[in-house]
């Protein structure tokens, strides 16, 4: 490890976009610093350079532009979770940010460190999923927009290139009848997710789904929608026996991505009652 690290803060994307395309092999990116500051410190960072983008002006804010949703991604994610207008046009974000770690790292944390270091448990990435969002990236070569489904080419794998930085995430706003977003950890408190979902649909007069988007966070190397299952419970009633099988469909579907493993004992059960819990609202006893 590499303690002498230089440090250099940006005034503009221009400027950071030019110094990465002479060191960005040898930068790394920090924002919040959440997770840089942990890799620091246990030796894990070996490049020669820090780049600071947290102040810049074009990474910010939280704004509708026409018909996309736009989150900057150094928008920490206690304005994720103060923000009317992602409680209004993407609810499940929002509370995704209710239960990230503690109040410290909420203040400091970004969407884009959360996104970028594509940790297999970050939070923030299923919501992202459900509303088919894009991340922004801006290098070099201009800019570019990937979907948020082939960020992670595996886990801690990002596609980001070295001379780019994640700019934002476009998101699509979707008016549902209900969205959430749930997760299992080891603790209540300051828990890693060991297991996240993210939903949202829309019910007819009668109940039946007429729109469902469910994203698994966290139990899979990269984030996924859970078609399957979709697909099964589209234009039903979401009654309790339905969601059962539904569950199972979603186990199924896990296993099938991950493999048997000695923790599917545990998992397989444990994502069955995560999907129950998070559509019981919604359920039909008729």
Same mark, same amino acid.
């Given at each position: 490890?590499?303690?002498?690290c230089t $440090?250099?803060?940006p005034s503009?994307?221009a400027?950071? /976009?030019d110094y =990465?395309?002479?060191?960005?092999?040898?930068?790394?990116i920090i924002?919040?610093g959440?997770d840089?500051?942990?890799?620091l410190?246990?030796g *894990? =960072?070996?490049r020669r350079?820090?780049?600071? /983008?947290s102040r810049?002006d074009?990474l910010r804010? +939280?704004r509708?532009?026409g018909? *996309?949703?736009?989150?900057?991604a150094?928008?920490?994610?206690a304005?994720? %979770?103060?923000?009317?207008?992602l409680a209004? %046009?993407?609810?499940a974000l929002?509370?995704?940010?209710?239960?990230f770690?503690?109040?410290?790292?909420?203040?400091?944390?970004t969407?884009?460190g959360n /996104?970028?270091?594509c #940790?297999?448990c970050g939070?923030?990435?299923?919501? =992202?999923?459900? %509303?088919?969002?894009?991340?922004?990236?801006?290098?070099s #070569?201009?800019?570019r927009?990937l979907?948020?489904?082939?960020?992670a080419t595996?886990? $801690?794998?990002c596609?980001?290139?070295?001379d780019? +930085?994640?700019?934002?995430?476009?998101? !699509?706003p /979707?008016?549902a009848?209900?969205?959430?977003?749930?997760?299992i950890g080891?603790?209540?408190a300051?828990a +890693? #997710?060991?297991?996240?979902?993210a939903?949202m649909?829309?019910q007819?007069? !009668?109940?039946?789904?007429?729109?469902l988007?469910l994203?698994?966070g966290a139990?899979?190397?990269?984030?996924?929608?859970l078609r399957?299952?979709? &697909?099964f419970?589209?234009? *039903? *009633?979401?009654?309790?026996?339905?969601?059962?099988?539904?569950? &199972?469909?979603l186990a199924?579907?896990?296993?099938?991505i991950?493999?048997r493993?000695?923790?599917?004992? $545990?998992?397989e059960?444990?994502?069955?009652?995560?999907f129950?819990?998070i =559509?019981?609202p919604?359920?039909c006893?008729d």
């Amino acid at each position: 490890m590499n303690r002498d690290c230089t $440090y250099h803060r940006p005034s503009t994307l221009a400027e950071a /976009v030019d110094y =990465l395309a002479t060191k960005g092999g040898e930068t790394t990116i920090i924002a919040g610093g959440t997770d840089v500051m942990v890799d620091l410190r246990a030796g *894990k =960072l070996e490049r020669r350079n820090l780049l600071d /983008v947290s102040r810049l002006d074009e990474l910010r804010g +939280i704004r509708l532009e026409g018909e *996309k949703l736009v989150v900057g991604a150094a928008v920490t994610l206690a304005e994720i %979770h103060r923000s009317p207008l992602l409680a209004n %046009h993407a609810p499940a974000l929002q509370k995704c940010a209710r239960n990230f770690a503690s109040a410290q790292i909420r203040n400091k944390a970004t969407i884009g460190g959360n /996104v970028g270091h594509c #940790s297999p448990c970050g939070d923030t990435i299923p919501p =992202l999923v459900i %509303h088919q969002a894009e991340m922004v990236c801006t290098g070099s #070569s201009g800019q570019r927009r990937l979907p948020i489904t082939e960020v992670a080419t595996g886990a $801690y794998r990002c596609q980001i290139a070295r001379d780019e +930085i994640i700019t934002a995430f476009v998101l !699509e706003p /979707v008016g549902a009848d209900f969205a959430d977003f749930q997760k299992i950890g080891r603790r209540q408190a300051l828990a +890693i #997710s060991r297991m996240s979902m993210a939903a949202m649909l829309n019910q007819d007069q !009668e109940g039946r789904i007429t729109m469902l988007r469910l994203a698994l966070g966290a139990c899979t190397p990269t984030p996924c929608r859970l078609r399957l299952v979709e &697909e099964f419970l589209l234009g *039903k *009633k979401p009654q309790p026996a339905l969601l059962m099988q539904a569950g &199972e469909l979603l186990a199924e579907q896990m296993i099938a991505i991950t493999g048997r493993r000695s923790s599917i004992i $545990y998992k397989e059960p444990a994502v069955q009652g995560l999907f129950r819990r998070i =559509l019981s609202p919604v359920a039909c006893h008729d």
